[in-house]
């Protein structure tokens, strides 16, 4: 069966301060991979999506970054932290080219911003 | 990307059905309605998906309206663990390659013991 793990659980980092946020998926082979930022009280925003290795795509201008190393792994990335980026950020994948496959969500990370 | 429209919140007691509204006035012919539900301090998990007809899987009943401007999820026994926010979202099939989830607000559902 397939699993997508994310770490850490919780994350707490001064603002300037660089980031990265890994994630993981097994059991399956060239996922479409996501990142999605959840603010405080409010609904997940898509960050990014990935179809393949080294393919990124951007929903957002933002301070943030992505790669794809490998088929089954997801970074997001940043230099400089800003207080903004504060939120619950989770990563999810989906079968690559079947139609209406659900996306399935890891248990996010929570970032604090001090 | 057309929207959805539910209410902020709904609450239920524990052991009766629950019937959660989505509004969808301006779907597509192609778009599927999907829902998920975020439990406390969790990633959004997938309930049942569905295109005209109603659809039940052992998590919940889905059922649209004939003219498909709108469709609810049903949760014939809550129990404690429902308790959530539901989301309502509509995906395009064919865009392989960018199905991103367009999540709103949901409805956080309460149930009460």
């Known amino acids: 069966s397939q699993t997508i793990h994310q770490w850490p659980a919780t994350l707490v980092q001064p603002v300037g301060s660089p980031l990265s946020l890994e994630c993981t998926v097994e059991g399956t082979s060239n996922p479409n991979l996501y990142w999605y930022r959840q603010a405080a009280g409010r609904g997940l925003q898509l960050l990014f999506y990935s179809v393949g290795i080294g393919q990124i795509s951007s929903e957002v201008p933002q301070n943030l970054s992505a790669s794809r190393p490998q088929d089954r792994q997801f970074i997001l990335s940043s230099k400089k932290l800003l207080l903004s980026d504060s939120g619950f950020y989770l990563c999810a994948w989906s079968a690559d080219r079947v139609a209406n496959q659900p996306q399935h969500f890891g248990d996010g990370t929570r970032l604090s911003i001090l | 990307d057309a929207k959805t429209t539910q209410p902020n919140s709904m609450e239920s007691n524990e052991e009766e059905p629950v019937h959660l509204p989505c509004n969808h006035s301006?779907?597509?012919?192609?778009?599927?309605i999907h829902w998920y539900r975020q439990l406390p301090s969790q990633g959004p998990e997938y309930v049942i998906h569905?295109?005209?007809s109603n659809v039940n899987n052992r998590m919940a009943s889905l059922a649209i309206a004939e003219d498909r401007k709108s469709s609810t999820l049903i949760l014939h026994r809550a129990t404690l663990r429902d308790a959530a926010v539901y989301y309502c979202?509509?995906?395009?099939?064919?865009?392989?390659?960018?199905?991103?989830?367009?999540f709103g607000t949901g409805t956080r559902l309460t149930i009460i013991p």
């Open positions: 301006t779907i597509s012919g192609t778009d599927y």
């Open positions: 979202i509509l995906r395009d099939p064919s865009n392989f390659g960018n199905e991103k989830l367009t």
């Open positions: 569905g295109l005209t």
